[in-house]
């Protein structure tokens, strides 16, 4: 009897689980978040985290009440704008020193260097458009805090959903072998791309800083193609990281890089790079706007124009708030324009070109438009990127 009661009021594997991710999640923002010459700072920004999601909670779940969503996506966005703004960063830098009582002559925008603040935000908007539809369950606190400060998808993602991570998490869980097995697979894959390759192809990749050494054209397309492969290594290999370890835990984040310098197109490049990053914008931005502007009954070429540019400028503003972001994602809204028009001038010519060797020759000219877009992604200014195009192209 007495032995039959000790195993009913014993844990079971689910809540153990259950509350470990809890605990490895918030002390994960704290023990991740970057040190500051700012005083406090490395506890006030994790902190500061911890109420954003706590608060989120309290005004989707608990209060139930969405007048002030608009208000705090708002907030959160704004916030985000100044943290990605270097001159904005700097000030509210001064700003933090001067309260600490701090030089404020030695502020720097890495004194606000956030640990997955942007991938929070996203989350947190997501939760905040989404609650009260039918696909989006009530989340207690524990397991949104969770949701929201996931350890392994904190740093560089994946932007997961809410409904489907719930699923995972709520499921029935035992550790297996071949989630044990596949996870450390995936781990050790995605060590080999981050510190190995990608960290090798740092050596001769373009920066900010070698973009005025080199004189050859040929050295330069190798600076521009080694960091293309570069930054698919180490992002993607940061992925297969926070995948394996995520899955030892039975949870399976979305899937983030599928190959994406073997598509044939621009359009399937996007769709297989950062794909959740993709997905959100997707569904927050670009499909809204397109059913505004259809309302308006514009053309549809200028309809598709307008959301390709706007979605990715967007994009390139979520990396940075410089012109050569913007550059960035205009030069991939002309790609995604330019390969909407083709597909529609291809449904009324079906004699045009096809085969493999016509497959081959598109997905070389993707990769290739792609990592020339790199150059304004990498380094710092336009004057910069204007050189490397100069040198690339024998125009010196």
């Known amino acids: 009897m007495t032995g039959a009661k000790a195993t009913e009021h014993r844990p079971s594997l689910h809540s153990v689980r259950k509350w470990f991710l809890v605990g490895v999640s918030v002390a994960g923002v704290f023990v991740l978040q970057p040190a500051s010459a700012v005083r406090n700072l490395v506890v006030w920004l994790p902190a500061l985290s911890l109420l954003f999601t706590i608060g989120v909670w309290f005004v989707a779940f608990s209060w139930r009440d969405r007048r002030p969503a608009t208000i705090i996506v708002a907030g959160l966005l704004a916030l985000l704008v100044v943290l990605k703004s270097d001159p904005a960063a700097l000030e509210l830098s001064r700003v933090v020193r001067a309260i600490n009582g701090q030089d404020v002559t030695l502020a720097a925008v890495s004194d606000l260097s956030w640990i997955g603040f942007s991938y929070i935000v996203f989350r947190l908007i997501h939760v905040l458009r989404d609650v009260g539809s039918p696909r989006m369950p009530v989340l207690t606190l524990p397991e949104f805090i969770t949701y929201v400060l996931f350890t392994p998808t904190l740093i560089a993602g994946p932007?997961?959903?809410?409904?489907?991570?719930?699923?995972?998490?709520?499921?029935?869980?035992?550790?297996?072998?071949?989630?044990?097995?596949?996870?450390?697979?995936?781990?050790?894959?995605?060590?080999?791309?981050?510190?190995?390759?990608?960290?090798?192809?740092?050596?001769?990749?373009?920066?900010?800083?070698?973009?005025?050494?080199?004189?050859?054209?040929?050295?330069?397309?190798?600076?521009?193609?080694?960091?293309?492969?570069?930054?698919?290594?180490?992002?993607?290999?940061?992925?297969?990281?926070?995948?394996?370890?995520?899955?030892?835990?039975?949870?399976?984040?979305?899937?983030?890089?599928?190959?994406?310098?073997?598509?044939?197109?621009?359009?399937?490049?996007?769709?297989?790079?950062?794909m959740s990053?993709?997905?959100?914008?997707?569904?927050?931005?670009?499909?809204?706007?397109?059913?505004?502007?259809?309302?308006?009954?514009?053309?549809?070429?200028?309809?598709?124009?307008?959301?390709?540019?706007?979605?990715?400028?967007?994009?390139?503003?979520?990396?940075?708030?410089?012109?050569?972001?913007?550059?960035?994602?205009?030069?991939?809204?002309?790609?995604?324009?330019?390969?909407?028009?083709?597909?529609?001038?291809?449904?009324?010519?079906?004699?045009?070109?096809?085969?493999?060797?016509?497959?081959?020759?598109?997905?070389?000219?993707?990769?290739?438009?792609?990592?020339?877009?790199?150059?304004?992604?990498?380094?710092?200014?336009?004057?910069?990127?204007?050189h490397v195009f100069r040198v690339l192209f024998m125009l010196n």
């Open 159 to 274: 932007i997961d959903r809410g409904e489907r991570f719930i699923k995972d998490l709520r499921a029935d869980w035992r550790p297996s072998w071949p989630d044990i097995g596949a996870g450390m697979q995936r781990l050790v894959v995605g060590a080999f791309k981050k510190f190995v390759l990608a960290d090798a192809l740092a050596l001769v990749a373009l920066n900010g800083q070698n973009a005025f050494e080199v004189r050859g054209s040929g050295w330069m397309w190798l600076l521009v193609l080694a960091f293309a492969a570069r930054i698919y290594f180490d992002f993607s290999g940061y992925t297969d990281m926070a995948l394996g370890l995520a899955r030892w835990f039975g949870i399976y984040p979305p899937e983030n890089f599928a190959a994406p310098y073997l598509k044939p197109n621009i359009t399937q490049f996007w769709n297989s790079w950062h």
């Open 277 to 386: 990053l993709s997905a959100w914008f997707r569904t927050y931005w670009f499909n809204p706007v397109l059913r505004a502007l259809r309302a308006r009954k514009l053309p549809m070429w200028s309809i598709v124009g307008i959301c390709h540019l706007s979605t990715m400028v967007l994009i390139g503003l979520w990396h940075g708030v410089t012109a050569n972001f913007v550059i960035w994602g205009a030069w991939h809204a002309v790609g995604l324009f330019a390969h909407n028009r083709w597909t529609e001038f291809l449904r009324s010519h079906p004699s045009t070109p096809s085969g493999w060797l016509w497959t081959a020759l598109s997905t070389a000219v993707t990769c290739l438009y792609v990592s020339l877009g790199w150059v304004w992604f990498v380094v710092p200014d336009t004057v910069t990127s204007v």
